[in-house]
Nanobody, 120 residues
Framework: QVQLVESGGGLVQAGGSLRLSCAASGLIFSINAMGWYRQTPGKQRELVAIVTSKGSTNYADSVKGRFTISRDNAKNTVYLQLDSLKPEDTAVYYC??????????????WGQGTQVTVSS
């Protein structure tokens, strides 16, 4: 019913920048919170940043001051600007959205993941 499609990952040197995008489509009535998570092999998926429908944001301590989350409600899209990247930011980044469908059922949806690799 709802699809999240991510783009923007890649390989970058330490200190560099990337911008991730995630567009939601399908039978959407409204989108509540949207966020980005990341996961490395053998570790649990962790929250990176989240933005509410009203624009309030929250960040993991490890990315505060370096990453910026934003959203375009008209496009059902969430962005993550990654600046001052460090090798420890290397992970698969997943988009998440809490979506109310046209049948007024709310569920969490996930993107397919996009690889971010930061070389030292």
């Amino acid at each position: 019913q709802v699809q999240l499609v991510e783009s923007g990952g890649g390989l970058v040197q330490a200190g560099g920048s990337l911008r991730l995008s995630c567009a939601a489509s399908g039978l959407i009535f409204s989108i509540n919170a949207m966020g980005w998570y990341r996961q490395t092999p053998g570790k649990q998926r962790e929250l990176v940043a989240i933005v509410t429908s009203k624009g309030s944001t929250n960040y993991a301590d490890s990315v505060k001051g370096r990453f910026t989350i934003s959203r375009d409600n008209a496009k059902n899209t969430v962005y993550l600007q990654l600046d001052s990247l460090k090798p420890e930011d290397t992970a698969v980044y997943y988009c998440n959205a809490n979506v109310a469908t046209i049948s007024f059922q709310s569920s969490d949806y996930w993107g397919q993941g996009t690889q971010v690799t930061v070389s030292s």
